[in-house]
Nanobody, 117 residues
Framework: QVQLAESGGGLVQAGGSLRLSCTASGNIFTPNRMGWYRQAPGKQRELVATITTGGNTNYADSVKGRCTISRDNAKNTVYLQMNSLKPEDTAVYYC???????????WGQGTQVTVSS
């Protein structure tokens, strides 16, 4: 099992910034892909950004140019730097870890991000 502990959510005004962190612990498989997904009220969970063990990244079109995902493999931690935040970025943000060879998928409990206009 892999446990994912998220932090960094909160309330911010439009145009502001937040940095989310997620640290994985437990039986961590490599290679893996870690990332962030979000779910707004009444909407489906959607991709925000992912990053592989090797550093390959993928972003949703809605956050390209405003968000940067990074990771510290030694700390088993992934970060999401979010800038120029918009009210439509308001959602619960979930950390995700996928063991890419075995297909095991793990989710964090989520952290709330609220952007006021």
């Amino acid at each position: 099992q892999v446990q994912l502990a998220e932090s960094g959510g909160g309330l911010v005004q439009a145009g502001g910034s937040l940095r989310l962190s997620c640290t994985a612990s437990g039986n961590i498989f490599t290679p893996n892909r870690m990332g962030w997904y979000r779910q707004a009220p009444g909407k489906q969970r959607e991709l925000v950004a992912t990053i592989t063990t090797g550093g390959n990244t993928n972003y949703a079109d809605s956050v390209k140019g405003r968000c940067t995902i990074s990771r510290d493999n030694a700390k088993n931690t992934v970060y999401l730097q979010m800038n120029s935040l918009k009210p439509e970025d308001t959602a619960v943000y979930y950390c995700n870890n996928i063991a890419t060879t075995l297909g095991y998928t793990y989710w964090g409990q989520g952290t709330q991000v609220t952007v006021s206009s």
